[in-house]
T-cell receptor
Framework: SQTIHQWPATLVQPVGSPLSLECTVE??????LYWYRQAAGRGLQLLFY??????ISSEVPQNLSASRPQDRQFILSSKKLLLSDSGFYLC?????????????FGDGTRLSIL | TQLLEQSPQFLSIQEGENLTVYCNSS?????LQWYRQEPGEGPVLLVT?????EVKKLKRLTFQFGDARKDSSLHITAAQTGDTGLYLC????????????FGTGTRLTVIP
């Protein structure tokens, strides 16, 4: 069966520090991968998605970047965090080419910027 | 502006009551999904609807896709405390689209 791992679960970082959040998927090959940010109790804002190694689509211009160095690894990064980067970050995967298939989410990372 | 607007934003009801959550848009979707999310976890898929007018039932939950495929509703009969959570609709604009547009969310609290 497929699993998705996201870490860390919580992170407290000072303004101006770098960021690296990692997400890995097991049990499937060549998935679509997604990074979302969620404001408290609200919907999900798509930040990046990837359909293959090295292929990144950015949905919202911002202080963040994403990379996919391996088929089942998706990394969210920042060189210098801003206060506005605080939030709940979710990684997800989905089978390619199947928009009516579910997206499977990790348990998220709660990021607090001080 | 959000592509998918959900209403109400918050809903607090007594156990045993019925409720309906709405998901509306001016855009047409090829498919629409409903997810439920509990605190500290990622959303989990409840259902996918793909045909205009389609109705799907999942125990006490009934999902409907609008005839024009621009809106959807989720009806819960005889709510239970286990139904508490954040309900999210999400739509794909095209068949085979790589990304979903998520709704604004409805926070449901069922009081025992």
């Amino acid at each position: 069966s497929q699993t998705i791992h996201q870490w860390p679960a919580t992170l407290v970082q000072p303004v101006g520090s770098p960021l690296s959040l990692e997400c890995t998927v097991e049990g499937t090959s060549n998935p679509n991968l997604y990074w979302y940010r969620q404001a408290a109790g609200r919907g999900l804002q798509l930040l990046f998605y990837s359909v293959g190694i090295g292929q990144i689509s950015s949905e919202v211009p911002q202080n963040l970047s994403a990379s996919r160095p391996q088929d089942r690894q998706f990394i969210l990064s920042s060189k210098k965090l801003l206060l506005s980067d605080s939030g709940f970050y979710l990684c997800a995967w989905r089978l390619q080419g199947a928009s009516n298939q579910p997206q499977h989410f990790g348990d998220g990372t709660r990021l607090s910027i001080l | 502006t959000q592509l998918l607007e959900q209403s109400p934003q918050f809903l607090s009801i007594q156990e045993g009551e019925n409720l309906t959550v709405y998901c509306n848009s001016s855009s047409v979707f090829s498919s629409l999904q409903w997810y439920r999310q509990e605190p500290g976890e990622g959303p989990v898929l409840l259902v996918t609807v793909v045909t205009g007018g389609e109705v799907k039932k999942l125990k006490r939950l009934t999902f409907q896709f609008g005839d024009a495929r621009k809106d959807s509703s989720l009806h819960i009969t005889a709510a239970q405390t286990g139904d508490t959570g954040l309900y999210l609709c999400a739509g794909a604009l095209q068949t085979g689209a790589n990304n979903l547009f998520f709704g604004t969310g409805t926070r449901l609290t069922v009081i025992p």
